[in-house]
């Protein structure tokens, strides 16, 4: 087993396979779930398998830069969001790069245009890989 990483409240993250080198993510231990900011999201269908195409700002007070991603939808289903509202989301898998380490991460496409950060590092995705110090920032 690989050391745990050591992270802060919020860190600079990269999902390669999607095309976003770098998003800031707000490391959430209170969501079960990640989350990145998506919109314009369309799905289509290639070889009889479900994909969903999107649109992302991947840095927070930027709305100029623009990556544009596909990836092949794994589920779909209801998510209550922390102010209580239930929304369908598309689920999605994709590469997560935090530091020196990569693994396979479950993120949900929601539109996060009114919030500060455009990711959410849910606790799924950190168990047994990621500590959290909470009084620190960008350890990555």
């Known amino acids: 087993m690989t050391a745990k990483i050591i992270v802060g ?3 600079w993250l990269s999902l390669p396979e999607l095309g976003i080198d770098k998003i800031k993510a707000k490391v959430d231990t209170g969501a079960r779930t990640s989350c990145i900011h998506a919109f314009d999201v369309e799905e289509f269908s290639e070889n009889g398998e479900n994909w969903v195409k999107f649109s992302t700002h991947p840095l927070q007070d930027d709305e100029e830069t623009i990556v544009e991603c596909r990836a092949k939808v794994v589920e779909r289903k209801y998510v209550t969001s922390s102010s209580g509202q239930r929304e369908l989301r ?9 530091g020196n380490q990569s693994w396979p991460v479950r993120v949900t496409l929601s539109n996060r245009s009114t919030m500060k950060f455009r990711m959410l590092l849910g606790r799924t995705a950190m168990e047994n890989r ?7 920032s960008h350890l990555l």
């Open 9 to 11: 409240w919020r860190e």
């Open 130 to 136: 990621i500590v959290v110090d909470p009084a620190l």
């Open 90 to 98: 598309y689920f999605i898998e994709t590469k997560l790069v935090a």
